[in-house]
């Protein structure tokens, strides 16, 4: 067992004692990864499958992947918060996707961090404000100042803050901003024509 697989043991029985009852998502993909990308959080697809940014998301990722040339194997993809946030929807009293507490996200940050520790990647990237704020701890950062550039972080690592992909789907506008800034990082990735990761 390699520290990752020890990490995840480790979250299945503190989370079963704090959350019992939910599915555990964990992060997936290649442990020496060069580029580790941080979501939020699971939505439904993820909770059923058992797997990071698959569905509607996965194929967002797949967009991402395409542009900066990198496969799924080859990157570590994960999120701030484990399970599945939900909420009863007032009107059909089905379980919906919420944002993640305050409190949930106090409960995973440790084990995000212990993650890219182990991981160590390079480049880390994050989606939208949750993981930003996780990454940096800075619970005031926003993704509006922080998105479209290469930021180097006192742990040697370059963040790269991307907008989360749900915002783009309701905020049209934020597409072209989304595109360029995933340009950039591409050229970042291939800074002289040559692949830094
Ligand atoms: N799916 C995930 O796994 N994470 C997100 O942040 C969004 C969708």
């Known amino acids: 067992m390699d520290q990752i697989q020890a990490l995840q043991q480790a979250l299945i029985a503190d989370a079963a004692a704090a959350y019992p009852g939910h599915t555990i998502v964990h992060g997936e993909g290649a442990h020496t990864?060069?580029?580790?990308?941080?979501?939020?959080a699971p939505g439904g697809d993820e909770e059923k499958q058992g797997r990071p940014f698959v569905g509607k998301a996965g194929k967002n990722l797949s967009s991402f992947l395409e542009v900066v040339g990198l496969t799924?194997?080859?990157?570590?993809?994960?999120?701030?918060?484990?399970?599945?946030?939900?909420?009863?929807?007032?009107?059909?009293?089905?379980?919906?996707n919420r944002p993640p507490s305050k409190q949930e996200i106090a409960f995973?940050?440790?084990?995000?961090q212990q993650e890219i520790q182990q991981i160590a990647p390079q480049w880390i990237v994050t989606l939208g404000n949750v993981p930003l704020?996780?990454?940096?701890?800075?619970a005031k950062a926003n993704i509006g100042?922080?998105?479209?550039?290469?930021?180097?972080?006192?742990?040697?690592?370059?963040?790269?803050?991307?907008?989360?992909?749900?915002?783009?789907?309701?905020?049209?506008?934020?597409?072209?901003v989304?595109?360029?800034?995933?340009?950039?990082?591409?050229?970042?990735?291939?800074?002289?024509?040559?692949?830094?990761?």
């Open 72 to 96: 799924r194997e080859e990157i570590y993809i994960t999120n701030v918060v484990k399970l599945r946030p939900t909420k009863e929807s007032p009107k059909t009293k089905k379980l919906v």
């Open 33 to 40: 990864a060069k580029l580790m990308m941080i979501g939020e």
């Open 178 to 197: 989304y595109q360029q800034d995933l340009q950039t990082l591409r050229q970042a990735l291939y800074a002289n024509g040559k692949a830094s990761i």
């Open 145 to 176: 100042d922080y998105h479209g550039k290469a930021l180097p972080l006192a742990s040697g690592q370059t963040l790269f803050a991307l907008y989360h992909p749900a915002a783009i789907i309701y905020n049209r506008d934020l597409t072209e």
């Open 108 to 112: 995973f940050l440790p084990y995000l």
């Open 133 to 138: 704020r996780a990454v940096t701890e800075d």
